[in-house]
């Protein structure tokens, strides 16, 4: 209890230190310390381009059908903190502008709002899409299309549902890829050549997707895959739960998982590998399989049909129950 207090001291000390401090370095001139205000700032782009590029810091980012042909940039944005709107080289580039001096970073605590950046493009005409963002959410309208998607969050959600094409030149090829540190990502009710998603901490939900490639790198979280029809999909987790229905590979499912479980809800692949270190890995299969199954410390019951592709899984500490849907 003695060293409880004594912690409890110190910490308050130095809480106090820091607060006489920082009043020294504004000269106990307060009204230095403002709420930060916002405005809203519409931009009007009228040169032809073919790809977006975001920074961004904090805030959210949005991308909509516009109402007409005319592409147009919405920022909702604090004083000290705007945002540019340029087309170069094809490209058209969204930046950040950051003015703030050190003590306006203290108004977080007095009432300031996430900013936010919409861009409404017309959708029937081809982008290829590029985000780089800190702490904020990104969504992206069903009813665009993109050539190319690359997205990457420090801290934030993505919802993902535009259509991934070739695009209108062989420069692009169809492709998604989806990368955050902290946070959620949603992929739903499209069509591409590739879909790429990486989550360190956060759920992953793939749904309604046709795609040629499907690769889910996740850390900690429950991972989601249902109505999916791809050539192959590879999974690999670290910890968490990961579930697939009603999803078809044409060639192969390779997963991998260190803890968590595998569950398949009619499934199925020419070729099924499935790894777990601790967990069980259970569910149901289209068709039949030539099944190699083997648990350290578990029960294992798979069927013992001799015919169609291979099935591989193993399991390290763990249960394995598969059976075939008839």
Request: hydrophobic content about 40%; overall charge neutral; charged content about 20%.
């Amino acid at each position: 209890m003695k060293k409880l207090v004594i912690v409890l001291v110190c910490l308050f000390a130095i809480v106090l230190l820091i607060g006489l401090a920082f009043c020294l370095l504004i000269n106990f001139d307060f009204s230095r310390i403002k709420p930060t205000k916002f405005e809203t700032n519409t931009f009007e782009v009228t040169e032809k381009f073919e790809a977006v590029d975001v920074t961004e810091k904090t805030g959210k980012i949005n991308f909509l059908p516009s109402a007409d042909v005319a592409v147009k940039v919405v920022c909702f944005e604090s004083e000290k903190i705007k945002h540019t709107v340029a087309v170069e080289d094809g490209v058209l580039k969204i930046d950040v502008v950051d003015g703030r001096d050190w003590f306006d970073y203290f108004t977080i605590f007095f009432g300031a709002k996430a900013p936010e950046i919409t861009v409404y493009l017309p959708s029937e005409t081809y982008y290829a899409l590029s985000v780089k963002g800190g702490t904020g959410n990104v969504t992206v309208s069903s009813e665009l299309k993109i050539s190319d998607a690359q997205i990457s969050l420090s801290t934030g959600n993505v919802d993902y549902r535009a259509s991934s094409y070739g695009g209108n030149t062989s420069t692009y090829g169809g492709n998604i890829k989806i990368k955050t540190s902290t946070g959620g990502v949603r992929i739903a009710d499209l069509k591409a050549k590739s879909i790429d998603v990486t989550v360190s901490t956060g759920s992953v939900t793939v749904s309604s997707a046709k795609c040629d490639n499907l690769t889910v790198n996740y850390g900690t979280g429950k991972t989601e895959i249902s109505s999916v029809a791809c050539s192959s999909l590879y999974v690999k987790g670290s910890t968490g739960k990961l579930a697939l229905k009603d999803t078809v590979a044409t060639l192969s499912f390779d997963i991998s998982a260190t803890t968590g479980s595998v569950t398949f809800d009619k499934c199925d692949a020419h070729e099924i590998t499935v790894s777990v270190s601790t967990g069980n890995v259970s569910g149901t299969l289209l068709t039949p399989k030539v099944f190699t199954a083997k648990s350290n410390t578990g029960k294992v019951n798979v069927p013992s049909t001799a015919t169609g592709g291979s099935c591989s899984i193993t399991t390290v500490t763990g249960d394995i129950d598969i059976k075939i849907v008839e």
